[in-house]
């Protein structure tokens, strides 16, 4: 069975910081690109950072490009996203999408493309 679990995540004034950590099980993780997607209320779900198998290879979202980082540790099986400079346009639900690779330094960035998905995360920032 595959999962994806997420942490993280919470209540953070503009400008904070949070750490959202997404680990899997029942996958060979690190054939896994990864990715991060957000969903505020009343919107589609979007894109927002994506890793490579290796780690190598990362793209953002034009939204939060400079803010988030996006990184992976293939030993335990977590991919992460540092999110500082927090804005009030960050409040989203958070989800983490995996999906097989055979290109070790590709990245995904659509929904479709990933075949996987956490629980998501609820991200709230008051300013």
């Known amino acids: 069975q595959v999962q994806l679990v997420q942490s993280g995540g919470g209540l953070v004034l503009a400008g904070g910081s949070l750490r959202l950590s997404c680990a899997a099980s029942?996958?060979?993780?690190?054939?896994?690109?990864m990715g991060w997607f957000r969903q505020a209320p009343g919107k589609e779900r979007e894109f927002v950072a994506a890793?490579?198998?290796?780690?190598?290879?990362?793209y953002y979202a034009d939204s939060v490009k400079g803010r988030f980082t996006i990184s992976r540790d293939n030993a335990k099986n977590t991919v992460y996203v540092q999110m500082n400079s927090l804005k009030p346009e960050d409040t989203a639900v958070y989800y983490c999408?995996?999906?097989?690779?055979?290109?070790?330094?590709?990245?995904?960035?659509?929904?479709?493309?990933?075949?996987?998905w956490g629980q998501g995360t609820q991200v709230t920032v008051s300013s």
């Open positions: 890793i490579s198998v290796r780690g190598g290879n990362t």
């Open positions: 999408a995996a999906r097989s690779s055979a290109w070790a330094n590709y990245h995904y960035t659509a929904l479709r493309d990933y075949n996987y």
């Open positions: 029942g996958r060979t993780f690190s054939s896994d690109a």
